[in-house]
């Protein structure tokens, strides 16, 4: 995989009316949250692109009045991060595609973020439906799975947990040390072959926003941890065996699902 390296640039500001003239799927806090910790404590964002085809993890901060939002890149892995200001143009439809152009101050084109309309995706687009983030002519793509109830990564990997109609919840980790190959995914998804799926968990806790999913597999016990409440944001995930902690990693960004 090709590392990638940005200029270092401000963080921004906020605003509330910005982000409800953002059109969806970059619009946030309707059915999922998304956050960050750069290490100056949690920072709602628009979405979670965790790149299938490069070693990195895109965030975009809700963009001020005057669209400027801070693209941050986090480092697969480690999660060492940069940022860049842009500039996050009007949407461009098409064909149930969406692009937003992503310019500078100057407004020099420097790439776009691509998505799918929420709409096309059947079985339920619970997740922002970011497919793709381009910068000049480098593309990364984006894990977006239907039916998502939690995509956070932590500075060892990343972890997915999705709905299905026949085995309950399902739990796939993807280790970032490991050189893992694309698979295809319906509407518009992407993905790439797991190193841990495991079927048939359980939402095993559910206290306010916060959510554990609990997956059992040859005598391990896997749990899913993520707070769709931004005031109290935060998750990661917990392996157990006979009764004791063999592994507990935070997420360094995720996003989660209101809808259990």
């Known amino acids: 995989m090709r590392a990638w390296t940005i200029g270092a640039a401000a963080v921004i500001g906020l605003s509330g009316a910005a982000i409800a003239q953002m059109p969806e799927p970059l619009t946030p806090g309707r059915q999922s949250i998304s956050m960050q910790n750069r290490g100056q404590g949690w920072q709602p964002v628009v979405f979670v692109c965790d ?14 009045r005057d669209r400027t ?9 480690g999660l060492a991060t940069r940022t860049m200001e842009v500039r996050v143009g009007p949407s461009e439809a098409g064909m149930s595609q969406i692009w937003y152009p992503l310019t500078d101050a100057s407004g020099r084109a420097l790439g776009n973020v691509h998505a799918v309309n929420p709409g096309v995706v059947e079985p339920g687009a619970t997740t922002p439906t970011v497919t793709s983030i ?16 939690v995509l956070g ?23 970032d040390d490991s050189n893992l190959p694309e698979v ?40 899913v941890l993520a707070s769709t409440d931004p005031a109290q944001a935060g998750g990661g995930v917990q392996v157990w065996h006979g009764g004791r902690l063999v592994l ?7 996003t ?5």
């Open 184 to 223: 295809p995914q319906n509407w518009g998804g992407r993905d790439t072959r797991a190193s841990l799926s495991i079927d048939n968990g359980r939402l095993v806790a559910q206290r306010g926003g916060n959510r554990v999913y609990q997956f059992e597999n040859g005598g391990y016990v896997y749990r």
């Open 134 to 149: 381009t910068l000049g002519d480098d593309t990364s793509g984006c894990r977006f799975a239907p039916q998502t109830r």
């Open 69 to 77: 939002a801070t693209l941050t890149a986090f480092a697969k892995p």
């Open 248 to 254: 507990a990693e935070r997420f360094g960004a995720y």
């Open 153 to 175: 990564v932590t500075p060892k990997r990343s972890i997915q947990v999705t709905r299905t109609e026949r085995n309950g919840y399902r739990y796939r980790s993807y280790n």
């Open 51 to 64: 790149s299938v085809n490069r070693d990195r993890v895109f965030t975009l901060s809700p963009p001020a």
């Open 256 to 260: 989660a699902t209101v809808q259990p």
